[in-house]
């Protein structure tokens, strides 16, 4: 684990992150160019489980988020094509080019034992095996070898936590805590 300080303002609202009681998103794909005159949009597929992603499933688009019913989808290559239920050409469709596709977390295929959504990271409490609170996590780096969570505490301190098994002991989503190792870096 290695500390950091914040130099920027302090957010009390956590841009990207869930607040209590709002509804929680997960990005699954994004809509590419119309193709043809009936309405079909190329999608770029991000989620694990495209086999979700069929013909009468509500999915939501945009940072509005307008829902909208999958009327048919279909692979096409390394993309897919997609239509949508009320949209018949391509001038109808014309302003979802570009646009990220959500469902709602609820939605979502369940993980594998020990395998995390995102948001169901963000927010927990983070203790060492001594039980000392470290703080909160508050972002989650994505790099190439392993996430790195960034947990702060009440003064604003960082401390950037290594999300591999012999740093992360245990993860309890019901009680919203994480015990992790400490580490000393020379």
């Known amino acids: 684990m290695t500390n950091r300080k914040s130099t920027g303002p302090q957010l009390k609202t956590q841009p990207g992150s869930p607040q209590p009681g709002e509804p929680v998103y997960l990005m699954i794909g994004k809509l590419r160019r119309p193709h043809g005159v009936k309405g079909e949009l190329w999608l770029e ?3 694990e489980h495209p086999e979700r992603i069929r013909t009468g499933v509500s999915i939501l688009i945009g940072e509005d988020k307008t829902e909208v019913k999958v009327e048919n989808i279909r692979a096409a290559d390394k993309l897919w094509l997609i239509s949508f239920a009320g949209y018949q050409d391509c001038q109808e469709v014309e302003g979802f080019r570009n646009q990220w596709v959500f469902i ?3 939605q979502a295929a369940p993980l594998p034992a020990g395998r995390y959504y995102h948001h169901e990271i963000i927010g927990m409490k983070v203790f060492t095996e001594t039980h000392d609170l470290i703080g909160v996590v508050d972002e989650i780096l994505v790099t190439g070898a392993n996430d790195v969570y960034v947990v702060k505490n009440d003064k604003g301190t960082e401390t950037l936590v ?3 098994k ?7 989503k019901e009680m919203g805590r994480m015990i992790v190792r400490q580490q000393e870096w020379l």
Not at 166 to 172: A, F, G, K, M
Request: a negative charge; aromatic letters at 0%.
């Open 104 to 106: 709602e977390a609820k």
């Open 45 to 47: 597929l991000t989620t």
């Open 166 to 172: 012999s740093v992360i002991l245990e993860i309890d």
């Open 162 to 164: 290594p999300a591999i």
